[in-house]
């Protein structure tokens, strides 16, 4: 139960809450003027979302934003959501909802503390410092009483800390861990240092991929801030929805965001385009972290052999590299991600379903599942790229 003296509110709008309110606890290191470390839970983000109806009626992601006040201060806060399918989640459940329904329940609605749309590691309880602990704690109870009393299947929190998993599995949600592939940089001056890094077989892949890319003739430019114009958000526009039309069936944000998304952070965009003289045949979006590039979506309306991995893994590591960034992060899935310098790294998740019996059948998978991905990532890992350094001796 939550403690009577925390007085719990839900708003179905970002804009109804105060940017510097919420900010405080989602990236309270931005106060210097530096960059959150987290793009997505700022609050210029998910009112991006909300206000450009990519979030909201009709969607499937009504907002339910989650804050926290002891004693009248605002203490802590989380993106929450009401869910009435399982689509743009990324840690997907749609064998569990699957089941929960044979057996004659009812799986949705179901809450979800996430970034929607979102496959990228951040804090989902967002907490003044200091007080970690309790405001994870009222969060989680809090959220866990919302979806009992109204007769819910499910909580899901996607996309947490590893620190967050270990919290709520203290608190008797199912922890689940799963993987992608990030980049990560070791101190390289430049792309052939980080070439230098990889097996001969390897690096000479990656330049014979980077040579047939650049055969096409087309300009690749990466472009942030007040260099990315509108008709730069219309032709990538049509590349997403492209992309958005063959991997999910259609696309999850609207027109509206992308110019959302430019009015409220281009500062933190990073545009990598292809163009055949002036016109743009090709793009991925990336959001820019403290010490992470995000790579998002990417889309084209031409084919060119190799453009992809150019313009979503090789342009990133070059930009990564020139910022000083810690990482790059490449979104969702992809083994083929393995060969080109991004390796495995777990990802967590917590679950609390309303069940007894559906929950202990569950945990029972998971952490089967658990022993499987640990098993996966260390053997995909000894397959890197990277070169073996002998240390016999």
């Known amino acids: 139960m939550t403690d009577p003296e925390f007085q719990i509110t839900l ?6 809450i105060p940017a510097q309110n919420w900010d405080a606890l989602a990236c309270p290191e931005a106060a210097d003027g530096g960059r959150p470390r987290d793009p997505f839970t700022t609050h210029r983000f998910l009112a991006a979302l909300d206000g450009s109806g990519s979030t909201g ?11 926290v006040r002891d004693a ?23 064998s569990w909802a699957d089941a929960y329904e044979r057996a004659g329940g009812r799986y949705y609605p179901k809450l979800q503390v996430a970034v929607p749309f979102t496959p990228a590691t951040g804090r989902r309880f967002l907490t003044l410092p200091g007080v970690e602990a309790t405001g994870t704690a009222a969060i989680l109870a809090a959220a866990m009483q919302i979806a009992e ?50 097996s001969s077989r390897k690096r000479k892949a990656i330049r014979k991929e980077r040579q047939t890319a650049a055969a096409a003739g087309l300009t690749i430019r990466a472009l942030t801030g007040d260099e990315i114009l509108p008709e730069h958000w219309d032709a990538f526009w049509i590349f997403y929805q492209d992309t958005g039309n063959r991997k999910w069936g259609h696309p999850y944000l609207t027109r509206a965001a992308f110019t959302a998304f430019h009015e409220a952070m281009r500062d933190d965009i990073l545009l990598v385009m292809a163009f055949d003289g002036a016109r743009p045949v090709a ?37 990564a590299i020139e910022q000083g960034l810690a990482r790059v992060e490449a979104g969702a899935q992809g083994e083929h991600k393995l060969a080109r310098g991004y390796l495995p790294r777990p990802v967590h998740s917590l ?17 089967a599942e658990r022993r499987a991905v640990d098993e996966e990532i260390e053997v995909m890992t000894s397959y890197g790229p990277f070169r073996r350094i002998d240390q016999s001796g």
Not at 84 to 89: A, K, L, M, R
Not at 291 to 306: A, F, K, N, V
């Open 57 to 67: 009626p009709g969607t499937g992601w009504q907002t339910q934003a989650l804050l």
């Open 283 to 319: 793009g991925a979006l990336n959001f820019i972290g403290r010490d992470t590039l995000y790579g998002r979506y990417w889309g084209c309306i031409e084919d060119h052999p190799c453009l992809h991995f150019e313009l979503c893994y090789y342009r990133a590591i070059d930009w």
């Open 11 to 16: 708003h179905k709008d970002f804009a109804d």
């Open 72 to 94: 009248g201060r605002l203490i802590a806060a989380c993106p929450l959501y009401l869910k009435s399918h399982s689509q743009g989640e990324y840690v997907f459940d749609h």
């Open 149 to 198: 009393a109204n007769s819910l299947s499910s909580l899901h929190v996607t996309f947490c800390t590893g620190d967050e998993a270990e919290r709520g599995a203290e608190m008797g949600l199912l922890h689940r861990v799963t993987q992608q592939f990030h980049w990560e940089n070791r101190g390289y001056d430049g792309f052939d240092d980080f070439l230098a890094d990889l």
């Open 351 to 367: 679950h609390w379903l309303a069940e007894p019996s559906f929950s202990e059948s569950v945990a029972r998978y998971l952490e």
